[in-house]
């Protein structure tokens, strides 16, 4: 399954190339018509691709009276909803970058979403999903990450809780919400779920942090590799037997960030799109022949999940049976042992659970089939990996797909500031507790980072923080860490799963906090991770132009530290290397030069940077222009490794 790469994404890189690569006349034109500075939202707006696979929800009933996908109808039917789409502010989009998103209203939080539908051709029934449609799937995330805040995923209901289960061990790293959602009747027909479903895909991805693989369905958002199909006729298709939602919608939109599974490491994002196909599953019933296992595990199986009675319980009189076990396990075949109860985990406590230990079968906790055999063949595919570092991966919780023992919740009346703010406004219960812990800690926490108090944000993260909670005026304790510029700060918080991408109510990210705070090693270890500036072209080319006028050397090694295009220009096409020049700020023009500015660039004047030194007549510096920087040279700043 293609996406249509040359239509709606390959638009995308067509809208990117063209405003590359047009000429700077057009550069202008194109820029002119950007969103009007009063159609700006009120709050950054959010951006989602939405990746339209298929499935029910898009499809109609075709001339032979059953369901089928329809291709270029979707979209079309959205626009007529304004729900979905504000025709008005729509309208005032066109000709500028945003000309084929749809737009929604502004949201209950202030926020407007902006959002691209991307086809796939041919659309599909998810029963015909496979390996190869989920690394298309993760590709063009990963093609498209940078340029949107979330990621909405149209998908057959039939099949997603396994794309969903895949796809969260193929992305790697991940920050940023990818949703899968669906319908039990299409989207446009009088009755159906497919509205809310999308509707509320749509919000909790612009809206809300979580860096997850989710499925969104009847007003309730799961962990995707905790989920499987239940129903096939109620709205509530989906259960997550072992694990609560981790967000409801209801009046107000509830999300459990205590339960948000988050990566602690800083490396980017990610994905691994090759994955084992010889995996199965096998679920034993009384009286099953040592022929019928030994075939299925003969090769070229190599991964199983074994699906037994109860706790994970088997025969332990049928010694056939665990001798296969042992030869199959010997010969490097992975056996995943979980129950065939819809609720419940494995755990060696009976006899007939410990004797398939002892043949050789991994415990596979509380995972659900779905996403036992995802787990299977991903860590299969790690070519890199020999076998016990397999069988170990196996074991471990790599993306919240099984439940750990966590140590008993320590009290969060551990905290005095807490019981005595709790005694004062006399609230006894606990909700009421967990409220008030709620409205406090993002700034305790934004506090602790201010003065650089590691201790204090980890007594909070023990006591049920969020670390990636965001205060009245949407910071984190990221965003505060790295503008002050407290090293153990950001490197505690990256490394307990802080997000790197939550934008604050003027839309900065806490990489823009550590360019202002110009915290070198901070902004290299934020890029390291992914982070990126999310800032409109004129808007940098504005600051950029500053630093320069001021002569402010040391800012303008921040901003190329977080990876600028130091040729940003203006709306009057203006770069920083125009400004230096006519300012003659020596020290600025120079280190523009040696970091790649182009002295050939016009604006929207005529003026390029080499026509301004001559018509100062500075002929020392229209020598040194064209002599040492015929073409510039990219140098990259590496900022020094010696603390901020
Ligand atoms: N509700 C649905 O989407 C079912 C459909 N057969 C699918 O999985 O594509």
Known sequence: MMANGGGALGFFYESQKSIDLVNLEQK??????????????????????????GGTIGMRVNPNGVYAPEADYLVGMLKKLPMFHDEEFGNRLKGTEYEKYLVMPISREGRRIFYLVVEYTPLMDSSNMTMEDWGKIATDIKEEYDNYDGFVVLHGTDTMAYTASALSFICENLGKPIILTGSQIPIFEIRSDGRDNFLSSLIVAG????????????????????????????????????????????????????????????????????????????????????????????????????????????????????????EATNWGVLIVNITQCTRGSVQASYNTGKTLVDAGVIPGGDMTPEASLAKLSYVLSKDNWNFQKKRKMIKRNLRGEMTVVTKEEISIMDLEIIDSVAKTLCLSSRDEIVK????????????AAKIGDVPALEKLRQTGANLSAQNQDGRTALHIASREGHWSVVQYLLNHGTSIHTRDHHGHTPLIDAVQGQHLRIIKILVKTGGTLILHPSRLAMELCSSAAQNDIESLKAWCAAGIDVNSADYDNRTALHVAVTKKNKEAYEFLLDSGARWDLPDSFGNTAISIAGDQGDEELETLMRSRYLYPPVHTISPPDSPS
């Open 28 to 53: 202008k034109e194109v820029a002119l018509k950007a969103v009007p500075s009063e159609l700006a939202p009120v709050k950054p707006e959010a951006r989602i691709l939405v990746l339209y696979t």
């Open 207 to 326: 809206h809300y942090y979580i860096p997850e693989v989710l499925i969104c369905f009847d007003n309730k958002v799961f962990r995707g590799n905790r989920c499987m199909k239940n129903d096939s006729g109620s709205f509530a298709a989906f259960v997550s037997p072992n694990l609560p939602p981790l967000a409801t919608l209801e009046i107000n939109i509830n999300v459990d960030w205590a339960a948000v599974f988050r990566c602690t490491n800083t490396e980017k994002f990610v994905i691994q799109t090759k994955m084992c196909e010889n995996v199965g599953l096998l679920r034993i019933f009384p009286g099953i022949t040592s022929q019928t296992v030994r075939a299925f595990l003969t090769p070229p199986m190599q991964g199983v999940v074994l699906q037994t009675y109860g706790a994970g319980n088997a025969p332990d009189n049928r010694p056939d049976l665990l001798k296969i076990f042992q």
């Open 436 to 447: 008030l812990r709620d409205a406090l800690y993002p700034n305790l926490l934004c506090a």
